[in-house]
């Protein structure tokens, strides 16, 4: 198949803008809890009415202090309640947020600012209020900076209590669906970031789609209220998608800056979401965690089987769905019950014991962990999409799961294979272009398609699969084209490696550069009885190597032998932003990782 079209279950919006639903839900249901605040440990709820408050509030503050329609504003944080309040406010006086990640480096943060003629910006704390002053100099257009922890909603709410609520409201009455919303600017494996920008008509449809098709996941059981805690940065358009659809559909947002499990685990417990958006290595994290407790009890046998029977269930149920099969047998419906006691209900109680559905995107999922998740009662609807497509373009529907696949369009849109290969996007979410630069806005945008730079192929149910980046296939010396994004997930898959990145570009053989997984180390070196080691007394350790081993020749059982990882070098290092070999949505900088090192890639073709 090289082309599917989805029909469309909305309408696009003929009017309005983003921040009109806050005020309608006030109206509507006053009392209804839209978002939760965490302060001091504690969450607390926020109504409808008290949010649309804030909101009004603070975009008089906005108005006071000379933000005026269509101006950028840049906003500098991690993920967390006030910029959700800042985002609406902005909408609400018909300005443009302009996200930056907090880790941007200062020279990146001046391209941004520059590139978007921000007039405003607000930060999180001092470290990067200290980034943004030591370029304001270069930045003459720029009027204002707010500090977060240091009182600016307080500030600005006093200063906006003169200006007339009408104001802010004849601001947003004259907000369309075709007025620019937000100006994301892409992270950027190479190059400078572009600035996508996006309208709020993108975003309404966008939203609305995910809401409407995926009403199981944006709904909850009987006496439960739908909610989700999101801990994707809001620089980022999944966790944009996420902030807009929960507002419109009404569903409680509660925020959390931190993706790491040890800060994460704790809040999913204490929030008790019904759904959550993430990214793989979340989910990985989950398995892997629970799968290390089970070792550290003595169960990971039963574990094991745990997992294997999970797999069957939910592989035996999308064969159902598919027609290809009768569905769990009596026996394996037996032992999956069995199993649903001792090891699955305690992975959902790691998520907050309410979790039943969860949507994964920005990197590839592995086939065996949605399985794993599905049979232990959580479905994942893996997904892909771009920062130029608002989010999601495709998606696995409800009720026709195909794990492995990024799903189908999502309703309303169409996915066409070019003939060689590159997947390309139509539809109402699809971006307008880059701002300030056209010449790359033609080479994407092609008559209303968006090109996207991946390789893919539709299935004959058009379900979408990835297969890899036309800038980042390898081609060896003998001329073999290798697409390294499957071999890499699969090593990462082990519970010892962190990450993996494949080199081989004109050399004779595809090689792998690794990092470790500390956690799984630790716990490695534990159930040995050897000593906690730093990485770098470990990377040729030959027990740790065979196991390692024993992870790249399972990967290899993907491709053929020319294809295959020949040789492989442990790194005592992560590849980290900090240093420049990832963006800040966790994406490897492949050329920066070869320059980095240089060294370490020549040993792996020294005879």
Known sequence: MREITVPPVVVAAPVGGLADAVFHHAQEDPGRVVLGRKSDGVWADVTSAEFAAEVLALAKGLLAQGVRFGERVAVMSRTRYEWTLFDFALWAIGAQPVPVYPTSSVEQVHWILQDSDCTACVVEDEDQAMTVGSVIERLPHLRRLW??????????????????????????????????????????????????????????????????????????????????LLFLPLAHVFGRMVEVAAVRARVKLGHQPVLAAAE??????AFRPTFVLGVPYVFEKVFAAARRKAEAEGRTGPFDR????????????????????????????????????????????????????????????????????????????????????????TANPPGATKYGTVGRPIPGSTVHIAEDGEVWLHGDHVFSG???????????????????????RLDEDGYLTIT????????????KSVSPTALEERVRSHPLVAQCVLVGNDRPYVAALLTLDMEGI???LSMRGRPQLPAAHLVHDPDLTAEVRRAVVAANTLVSQAEAIRTFRVLAEQFTEERGLLTPSLKLKRRAIEKAYAQEVAALYQP
Not at 264 to 269: E, N, R
Not at 436 to 448: F, I, K, M, Q, Y
Request: aromatic residues 8%; glycine residues 14%; negative net charge.
């Open 147 to 228: 500090q977060l922890d240091a009182g600016a909603v307080d500030a600005l709410v006093a200063d906006g209590r003169g200006v007339a609520e009408d104001l802010v409201h004849r601001h947003r009455a004259a907000v369309t669906p075709d007025a620019v919303a937000t100006v994301i600017y892409t992270s950027g494996t190479t190059g400078r970031p572009k600035g996508c920008v996006l309208t709020h008509g993108n975003f309404m449809y966008e939203a609305d789609t995910m809401v409407a098709r995926w009403e199981s996941v944006f709904q909850a059981g009987p006496g439960e209220q739908p909610s989700t």
């Open 264 to 269: 994460l685990l704790p809040d999913l417990a």
């Open 434 to 456: 880059y701002l300030n630069d056209p010449r790359s806005t033609e080479a994407v945008l092609r008559d209303g398609w968006l090109a996207t730079g991946d390789l893919g």
């Open 306 to 393: 745990a997992v294997e029977t999970a797999v069957r269930y939910a592989e035996a149920r999308e064969q159902k769905a598919f027609g290809t099969g009768p569905g769990p047998s009596a026996g394996l419906r037996m032992e999956h019950q069995l199993f649903e006691r001792l090891v699955y209900g305690k992975v959902r109680e790691a998520m907050g014991g309410r979790v039943r559905h969860a949507m994964s995107g920005g990197s590839a999922m592995s086939r065996r962990l949605g399985l794993f998740f599905d049979g232990a009662g959580i479905t994942v609807f893996e997904g892909y999409g771009l920062t130029e497509s608002c989010a999601a373009a």
């Open 468 to 479: 890899g980046r036309k800038k980042e296939i390898l081609v060896t010396s003998n001329g």
């Open 522 to 524: 630790a716990h490695w």
